[in-house]
Every structure is written in C-alpha cells, then in structure tokens.
C-alpha cells in the first residue's frame, strides 16, 4: 500500500515554542490530508481537513490560530503548534487520501515542557 | 460522548477467536472500517466494507454488519500473539467517497499464551 511519513517521530519543547510537523505522501499524490490528535487511551480526534492550495478546513473547537496547517504541495502537509503549552502534549497522527483508501502516517509524540 | 461506541478491553488466548464488537449512529455511513494501532505506531487499515454487505472475509478476519442494529463486529480468527494491539472501528461521515472518518475509542487486545 501506499506510505505516508511523518517528521519528526517526537519531539520534546520548551513551553511557549512553536513546533512543525511534517507529513508526507511518500509514493503518490494527496490533495486531501487529514489531522488527528490522539490521547492516552483514547480514540483519535479529527482536527482538520487540509485540501492542497487552499485554505484547512477546521473541526469544532479546534483554534486555528494555534494549530496552523498548510498544504502547499500534493505531497507534503504541515502542522505547526504555536506557543505550544504542556496541555498540546499529544499524539498527532495524519493521513492522506488517495482515491480509494485513507494511509495513516505512524504519528508525531509531542511533549511540551 | 463518542458517536463509534466499542469494548475498551478484550483478552483472549493464542489460537482462540477475537470478537471485537462496535456500534455506531450514522444510519447514512456508507463505508465502516476497522484499523489496528500496534504501541506507538499509526494506524493500518485492516478491512473495510460497504453498508450494502451484511459479511465480508479476509483471511483470518471477518466482519459482520447488522444495520438495523448499526452494528459493527470483527472476528480474528486463530488469533497470535502479534495481534495484541488496539482495533478501531470507524464510520464514514460526509458525502464523499474517502472523506473524514469517525472513530471510536478503540478495543485493546490482548493475546496471552
């Protein structure tokens, strides 16, 4: 199947810095990238759709001053955290779509100190 | 509350059967999938189907649809060791063919010898 990657693997900041995380498509073409966010034992929360070359779409309660996503390429969708707080420490996972199926990239830890 | 309501806890034995179970609310949702989350990794689609089939199988796996009940189950048959992960089920919401899913909180398995 295809393969989605993302960077870092995990990440550790200092409480007020801002962090990125990359997703790629690594083997085909995604105009539509989705965010996730994962807490302990839970189940993962939508946080925003990402369509290539146009503006994300973002989920009930998600502040989107906070959680900037640009997809500026078909390949390549990023999340940055800004002013990040102990309480963004998650799991973020995304996926693209392809015509058939959704691919799930193996997720970003992040731990905000 | 979620929407995909599951099990939070299965334990079984190597070599029995895994019967995970699911139900959801959207009668509309089209396609339910179930996606394995092994520590620390993202998600794998494991199977999907459509709303118009009451079973469908693969392999060691088979899922059984009651839409009058809206609910969802996935069999694991024989199962390993190298089952033991978290089972998600998911529904799709929206109108479009691979658009945002819901998910629920997720069954851990666990396989003991």
């Known amino acids: 199947g295809a393969v989605v990657s993302q960077h870092p693997s995990w990440v550790i900041c200092k409480s007020g810095t801002s962090v990125k995380i990359e997703c790629r498509s690594l083997?085909?073409?995604?105009?539509?990238m989705f965010w996730y966010r994962q807490f302990p034992k839970q189940s993962l929360m939508l946080m925003a759709t990402s369509n290539e070359g146009s503006k994300a779409t973002y989920e009930q309660g998600v502040e989107k001053d906070k959680f900037l996503i640009n997809h500026a390429s078909l390949t390549l969708s990023t999340l940055t955290v800004t002013s990040a707080h102990p309480e963004d420490s998650s799991f973020y996972i995304c996926s693209a779509r392809e015509p058939d199926e959704q691919f799930f990239g193996p997720g970003t830890r992040l731990t905000v100190l | 509350g979620e929407d995909v309501e599951q099990s939070l806890f299965l334990s079984v034995r190597e070599g029995d059967s895994s019967v995970i179970n699911c139900t959801y609310t959207?009668?509309?949702?089209?396609?339910l999938y179930w996606y394995k989350q092994e520590p620390g990794a993202g998600l794998q689609l494991l199977t999907y189907i459509f709303s118009n089939m009451d079973m469908k199988q693969d392999q060691r796996l088979t899922v059984l649809l009651n839409k009058k009940d809206k609910h969802l189950s996935l069999r694991i048959a024989d199962t390993q060791t190298g089952d033991s992960a978290i089972y998600f089920c998911a529904e799709k919401v929206g109108t479009d063919s691979w658009g945002k899913l819901q998910f629920g909180a997720g069954t851990q398995v666990v396989v003991t010898p």
């Open positions: 959207d009668s509309s949702s089209t396609y």
């Open positions: 083997d085909f073409q995604a105009t539509t």
